[in-house]
């Protein structure tokens, strides 16, 4: 779990003067989520309409996380892992959506998104309930990954509907018929996937949807700092959004303002997500085309746009690409975001500097005036 602190900050200017907040807290997907609303709350309709704004998103994030956390057992993504290669099982509307949601993903990233990288995650100790390896002995072999990795590049080949699939008002997830054998043992493994880089940002959008439907205007929501979503504003109001040093979780590298957007960010940080060996930093991003965790350099990629869900994907597929990759990406795609980078692979010193006595440096799409970056931050094209 990351916390919002290890990742970024919030603060608020231009509220209103009859203005107050309001806020809602919540835990799922083993992770915290809060709701905050800005409004004239002395007017007794304002509060109504918060306190049902409270609950309908309470029971829509805890639905979402029976339906889409594959560490919640009878969750329908855990059934559907469950399944036999070429079984098929009954899924829920919000299942259905975020499969159509990476899928997507997948296809704008060129499969530096990829969900069926389930295997790897939990190989490297980054499941719930895994437990990390304690010396690089324990860590998989490349027999193994490469294993993971066929079956990453099967489902990557796949379109959404050869996994899921509406019918008469009821939806259906199919399990792909790709199995593989890690060398000579008997044991065949099937596609599985892990929706946990696009299913906070799902959930983002839907309680990012509830708000507009309230009638707010000025409000917040994040969800375990992995994905925020943005109500719409009045009155000039902007927040800004701190952006905390990857390698100095006490310090801040940018500074970004923001308003009528969502945002999310990814990153090889964070207490719990990463641990080094023999100075190689292995995180809990994996990398899809190897199954392994990324050695890209980039070290948190933050993505701004109208879909949390998608922004939590492509954070993600950032990190996963090589520099050059990452900057062509954001071009072509026209993305609204911004990384961190070190010529050493991210392995460098905890102050701003490279482990190659450089510092670190910043590429963003933001338009100047948009943001600010710290000392020992370089931006460049």
């Not at 990814?266 to 995180?283: A, K, L």
Request: glycine share 12%; charged share 20%.
């Amino acid at each position: 779990m990351i916390v919002l602190s290890a990742i970024f900050s919030i603060t608020l200017a231009g509220c209103a003067p009859s203005e107050s907040a309001r806020k809602a807290t919540f835990w799922a997907m083993n992770g915290p989520a809060e709701l905050t609303v800005y409004a004239d709350f002395s007017d007794e309709r304002n509060s109504q309409t918060f306190e049902k704004l409270e609950r309908e998103a309470g029971e829509f994030i805890k639905k979402a996380e029976s339906s889409l956390d594959v560490n919640v057992e009878g969750s329908y993504i855990s059934a559907f892992n469950a399944l036999p290669a070429g079984g098929e099982t009954e899924i829920d509307q919000i299942t259905y959506g975020a499969v159509l949601a990476a899928f997507d993903a997948m296809e704008k990233s060129g499969g530096s998104y990829n969900p069926a990288v389930y295997y790897a995650v939990r190989a490297f100790g980054f499941g719930a309930q895994n437990q990390k390896p304690q010396s690089e002995d324990e860590l998989p072999s490349k027999q193994e990954t490469d294993a993971y990795a066929a079956l990453a590049s099967a489902f990557s080949s796949l379109s959404a509907a050869d996994v899921v699939r509406e019918e008469g008002g009821r939806y259906y997830a199919k399990k792909p018929l790709t199995t593989v054998k890690i060398g000579g043992g008997e044991e065949e493994l099937s596609i599985k996937i892990d929706l946990g880089g696009i299913s906070k940002g799902y959930v983002a959008d839907g309680v990012n949807a509830m708000l507009k439907a309230s009638g707010f205007t000025r409000a917040m929501f994040w969800f375990s700092s992995s994905s925020i979503a943005f109500g719409e504003f009045s009155g000039g109001g902007e927040f800004k959004l701190n952006c905390v040093n990857p390698r100095d979780e006490s310090a801040v590298y940018a500074q970004i303002r923001l308003k009528n957007t969502c945002v999310s960010t990814s990153g090889d940080y964070g207490e719990g997500n990463f641990y080094e060996f023999s100075g190689q930093r292995y995180c809990h991003l994996i990398d899809p085309r190897t199954c392994r965790p990324i050695t890209s350099g980039i070290m948190s990629a933050i993505v701004l746009g109208d879909s949390a869900a998608l922004n939590d994907a492509l954070s993600t597929a950032v990190c996963a690409m090589d520099v050059q990759s990452a900057k062509e990406f954001i071009k072509t795609q026209g993305l609204a975001a911004m990384f961190v980078y070190s010529d050493d692979g991210g392995n460098g010193g905890a102050d701003g500097n490279g482990g190659n006595g450089g510092s670190y440096k910043v590429f963003t799409s933001l338009a100047e005036g948009a943001f600010t970056l710290a000392g020992g931050f370089i931006r460049v094209d």
